[in-house]
């Protein structure tokens, strides 16, 4: 078992060889086919290579500093208070926004459209380009699904505008670039004005208007943004559009917009905090003047009182946790507005709390030790201290923030800017004309294949010798081009050298091992149905046996509709009525090639075959002969071949490649076994076959003598 496995596997890949052989074979014969498509294939992509309007693209670098700026760093707690890091994605998805994207398509002119109409100058590379500065079309008049046009009436200077009303043309108004014109038009008014215009004399344009929000989604489906590296901060945004300078020009509002507004939020932003500052310091000097005027008023009553080493140490180090404490407190504040109470820095920032109280009780404990006087005297000073170091540096924070409001740059900066491109990206004319020509000849693969397989015919003749248990002797090629049957030229003496001329004799010789070793004179040749080559294939199977020095007679047994000589020559059927068996209707092709036509039709050619008088006429020249070839109807159009068979020594059934099933060969089979008691011996061969469709010749000939091409 595991000797069979391999073998199998390896029958199974070399079948799968000769299946796509097979297909590369019949789709080289089927080059006319082919060459059609390829000439469509061709032709069409150079019309889609010229049609494709030609696309640049451009692209913007933009760098986010994630850590803070400058002035940021230098404000100390209250500079990473202002300064908030923005995440690149957030970035980016705030160069999406409609908030940058409107004012672009407001800036850019983005809402008005005027595409050039000519398939001509299309075609030709030509188109000419109209910019607009302003265009407003009355909404009834787009509702109704209106159309309107610029034609240009002086080279890059002068434009008419248009309606078609029932085919007609119905001109608006006439004007010249840079002008605005306004003009009462289906119950509302049109506005115009052109601000550039590159065309010449008679030049069309579709004019069209769409709404800030269609311009704005179009704009974000055609912008291309993404990260450089991972969480490097440097963000790439690019853009593909018809022309150079636009694309260029659409990129820099973009970066423009965005650092602009990007600077008023975080000018914003410290606007708000100044505010807010403003309003706590008169609450924190209020709070100092309390502290000092106590201060004082304990002094007047208790006279100067000296603090001592260890208190003044306790009172500086108490200062210091209060403010450490307010920092932390500014910090927790900032955490919350960005992250959740239960997020890991938030819980960092109220651990750091903890065990600042926990020194502060414990300074207090301390302080507890020490005189009531001295105690009292630091309770006032530390509240002096601490809402004076307060109250101090919330008067540098609102002086540095004033510096901030003024002199804001953001947390973006632009690094490079777009720039015109002077190729265009799109299309790639080579790649899009090949492709085309790709298609459409594997369109005509497919076309070709696909007739092929609905025919549903029979190609491998391995495939009937496994239906049928009968032998496939030969394929025969098919000839180029239309070759009638004449029996004075048979393709065998002819051509020699053609691959038709030699499957021949390889039938031949086949045929002579096979059949008539054994003293058989008597071939009958036949077919399922019309037009497979039975005739001819039975002409210069004759001719070839007289080749090799055999006598040899070809009988034309189609009674009905002869194919070897003329309907008015007389032959069989005249020597069958007669009952004489001469040669007086033989006709002498060559010394050794003798043909018998048909002759006149007859009413009942049946009742001649099955009489006794076609019995005496093989009779009377198989002594005269080597071989007799009979040629006779299909088996399926008439029941001649059957009577024939009777007197027949071996049956040779042509085949026209890939026309029959496995079935219609078992029919006829079966409609020939039928007829006779003893069933004959049978062979098939292949005619009309592809060229090189599996019978092994090359296109030289020079191993047999042949230096010919075919």
Known sequence: MNDKTPQNVSSKSEDDEIDILEILVYLKSKWKILLVFLILGIACGGLVAKWIRPSFKSDILLQVNVKGNKQGLALGEMGALLD?????????????????????????????????????????????????????????????????????TADSSAYEVYEKENGEVVTLLSGEVGETYRKPFAGDTLVICVRALTATVGQTFLLSASHPQEAAAALLKGLNISEEGKNSGIIRVSLENRYADRVAAILNTIANTYLKQNIEMRSAEAKKTLAFLEEQLPGVKAKLDSAEQKLTSFRHSKGTIDLTGETRLHLEKDVTLQQRMLELEQKKQEALRLFRAEHPTVRTIEEQQAKLRQELAKQQRSAASLPVVQQEVLSLQEEVEVNNRLYT??????????????????????????????????????????????VFLLLGCFIVYVRRMLTNGVCSSSEVEQATGIGVYGKLPMLEGKTQNNVYKPCVSEKPDDPFAEGVRALRTALEFSVFSDGKKVLMVSGLVQGVGK????????????????????????????????????????????????????????????????????????????????????????????????????????????????????????????????????????????????????????????????????????????????
């Open 84 to 152: 908030i890091s923005t995440p690149s994605a957030a970035e980016m998805e705030l160069i999406k926004s409609r908030v940058v994207l409107g004012q672009v398509v407001e800036d850019e002119r983005l809402c008005f459209s005027a595409v050039p109409q000519n398939k001509m100058d299309r075609l030709l590379q030509r188109e000419g380009r109209m910019d607009l500065e302003l265009l407003q079309i009355p909404r009834a008049f787009v509702e109704a699904k209106g159309k309107l046009f610029a034609r240009v």
């Open 393 to 438: 540096n919330l008067l540098n924070n609102i002086q540095q923030l004033r510096v901030v409001q003024a002199g804001e740059v953001g947390n973006v900066r632009i690094v490079d800017q777009a720039y015109a491109p002077l190729k265009p990206a799109k299309p790639n004319r080579k790649l899009v004309f090949l492709g085309v020509v790709f």
């Open 535 to 710: 005739s001819f294939v039975s002409t210069n199977l004759a001719a070839s046996f007289a080749m090799t020095g055999k006598k040899v007679l070809l009988v034309d047994m189609d009674l009905r509709r002869g194919h070897l000589f003329k309907h008015s020559q007389k032959g069989l059927c005249e020597m069958l009525e007669k009952e004489s068996y001469t040669d007086e209707f033989v006709v002498k092709v060559t010394d050794n090639f003798h043909v018998l036509g048909s002759g006149a039709r007859v009413v009942n050619p049946g009742g001649l075959l099955s009489s006794s008088r076609f019995s005496a006429f093989l009779d009377a020249f198989r002594d005269k002969y080597d071989l007799i070839v009979l040629d006779t109807p299909p088996v399926f159009q008439c029941s001649d071949a059957l009577l024939v068979e009777k007197h027949a020594d071996y049956l040779l059934c042509v085949l026209k490649h890939a026309a029959h099933t496995i079935e219609s060969i078992q029919d006829a089979l079966n409609t020939f076994d039928r007829s006779t008691e003893t069933p004959l011996q049978k062979a098939f061969v292949f005619n009309k076959c592809e060229r090189h469709a599996g019978y092994g010749y090359g296109s030289y000939y020079g191993y047999y003598g042949y230096h010919k091409k075919y």
